[in-house]
Nanobody
Framework: QVQLVESGGGLVQPGGSLRLSCAAS????????MGWYRQAPGKQRELVAT???????NYTDSVKGRFTISRDNAKNTVFLQMNSLKPEDTAVYYC?????????????????WGQGTQVTVSS
């Protein structure tokens, strides 16, 4: 099993910044990638940014140049620095972990989600 603990959401004015963190713990063998997704009311969950264990990043077009994803492999932690926030960034942000974890005497590929953290951009 892998547990994800997210932090850093909140209320911010347009143009402001927030930094999200997500720490993975448990019987982790290795991580393929971690990332952030978001879901606004009435909309489907969408990818925001992902980062692989090797450092390759991917962003949705709407956040390029404003958001930066980074990771600390040793601590199994991923960060999302969000700058120049806009009202349309308002959503619940979910952390995602993909990798291999120990289960019993073996190893299993897993895909885990955090519980989500609310980000609200409003004046």
């Amino acid at each position: 099993q892998v547990q994800l603990v997210e932090s850093g959401g909140g209320l911010v004015q347009p143009g402001g910044s927030l930094r999200l963190s997500c720490a993975a713990s448990g019987s982790i063998f290795s991580m393929y990638a971690m990332g952030w997704y978001r879901q606004a009311p009435g909309k489907q969950r969408e990818l925001v940014a992902t980062i692989t264990s090797g450092g390759n990043t991917n962003y949705t077009d709407s956040v390029k140049g404003r958001f930066t994803i980074s990771r600390d492999n040793a601590k199994n932690t991923v960060f999302l620095q969000m700058n120049s926030l806009k009202p349309e960034d308002t959503a619940v942000y979910y952390c995602n972990w993909r990798g291999i974890y120990y289960r019993g005497s073996g190893r299993v590929v897993g895909d885990y989600w955090g519980q989500g953290t609310q980000v609200t951009v409003s004046s």
